[in-house]
């Protein structure tokens, strides 16, 4: 009995920081993310709906860098994701720069349309995985364009 008391409590204590998401993740298996275009969907956008509110929730990844030309939505963006418990990310400016870091696993997209394939395109060729929102291109070669590099440089998009 004292032994089965002794395994309930630990359980009882236990169980809710492990369903909750409070163990610790190991490092292999957390996805650095970096979101460009933060200034519509690509930040809080309408109560926690868009994509840096988005991959702050999810367990096994973290925003370790938001992206946009304008260095003025930085402060509400990055005051949103630490409210969510997320770490406050880097604050870049240029779209390369996240190409060049190589803490980022993926970038996700939300920039105007007419950046989507190029800016796909120079994110595959760093090495990383690619979200982006439709419209993906403008035309028909630049989506052709965006798949050949994906699959060139073995990339998910």
Not at 36 to 45: E, K, P, Q
Not at 102 to 129: E, M, R, V, Y
Request: glycine share 8%; proline share 4%.
């Amino acid at each position: 009995i004292k032994k089965s008391m002794i395994a309930t409590a630990g359980l009882t204590i236990g169980a809710p920081a492990y369903i909750k998401g409070y163990m610790q993740n190991k490092p292999n298996e957390m996805i650095n993310v970096a979101v460009a275009g933060i200034r519509s969907r690509g930040g809080y956008y309408y109560g926690g709906s868009g994509h840096t509110a988005n991959y702050t929730k999810i367990k096994n990844s973290r925003v370790v860098a938001v992206c946009d030309v304008d260095e003025n939505l930085f402060p509400v963006e990055i005051g949103h994701i630490e409210e969510l418990g997320g770490a406050k990310p880097k604050k870049v400016v240029d779209f390369r720069d996240l190409c060049d870091d190589k803490d980022i696993d993926a970038i996700s997209i939300a920039t105007p349309d007419h950046w989507h394939a190029l800016q796909t395109i120079w994110a595959c060729q760093a090495g990383k995985d690619v979200y982006v929102e439709k419209p993906i291109s403008y035309t028909i070669d630049e989506g052709r364009k965006m798949v050949q590099a994906a699959r060139k440089y073995n990339r998910v998009v």
